[in-house]
C-alpha cells in the first residue's frame, strides 16, 4: 500500500526513519537510480543524487571521497563478511 504523504506540510515524517527510507526510495526510483548502480557507476549515482545530473568528470559530487570509503568499507563487509 502505497500512502501519498504531504512532507511540505509535515517535514518532521521525514526526520523518523520509515519517512526518510520512503523518501529515499522515492528518489531512487523516480530518478532511475537504478540503472547507474545496476552497471556500477558509482560516479554516476552520486553526481545524479548531488548535482542532479551525470557529469563527464569522476569525484565532482559533493563529499565525493568520503561517500566513496564509505561505500567500499559496506562491499568489503558485505561481501566477504
Not at 512532507?7 to 530518478?31: D, M
Not at 554516476?44 to 569525484?59: H, Q, Y
Request: charged share 30%; hydrophobic share 40%.
Amino acid at each position: 500500500m502505497i500512502l501519498d504523504i504531504d512532507c511540505v506540510e509535515h517535514p518532521e515524517l521525514l526526520e523518523q526513519p520509515v519517512g526518510a527510507c520512503r523518501s529515499a526510495g522515492r528518489f531512487w526510483k523516480t530518478n532511475n537510480l537504478n540503472k547507474w548502480a545496476d552497471v556500477g557507476d558509482f560516479d554516476g549515482v552520486c553526481d545524479l543524487v548531488n548535482l542532479g545530473r551525470k557529469t563527464a568528470a569522476v569525484d565532482d559530487a559533493n563529499g565525493y571521497a568520503d561517500r566513496l570509503a564509505i561505500y567500499e568499507r559496506a562491499r568489503r563487509v558485505l561481501i566477504w563478511g
